[in-house]
């Protein structure tokens, strides 16, 4: 059983920053890819950004381009999403997922996290 948990969520300023983690636990196939998502009210599901096993390989959607950055750390199975200068735009539930390679799709997705809350202030 496939397990992953997203934390750090919180209430920021417009401006500031924040680090999401996904703490991943049980067997999945190896590597497993991960992908960031985010929801916000009455908005489907939609990319933030994605990263390969290696990390080697990452995708970002335009808008969070230069101001979000995807980590990972394999020997913890701990991914990160790195988001700086936050915009009230950024709102929304933050999802980690995996995947067999760093797709943009979220069809393409087997497991998924519960999802964070972040919320942006002006």
């Known amino acids: 059983q496939v397990q992953l948990v997203e934390s750090g969520g919180a209430v920021v300023q417009a401006g500031g920053s924040l680090r999401l983690s996904c703490a991943r636990s049980g067997q999945t196939y190896n590597p497993p890819a991960m992908g960031w998502f985010r929801q916000a009210p009455g908005k489907e599901r939609e990319f933030v950004a994605a990263s390969s096993w290696s990390g080697d390989i990452t995708y970002y959607t335009d808008v969070v381009q230069g101001r979000f950055t995807i980590s990972r750390d394999n020997v913890k199975n701990t991914w990160y999403l790195q988001m700086n200068s936050l915009k009230p735009e950024d709102t929304a539930v933050y999802y980690c997922?995996?995947?067999?390679?760093?797709?943009?799709?979220?069809?393409?997705?087997?497991?998924w996290g519960q999802g964070t809350q972040v919320t942006v202030s002006s």
């Open positions: 997922a995996a995947a067999r390679a760093p797709y943009r799709r979220k069809e393409l997705y087997d497991y």
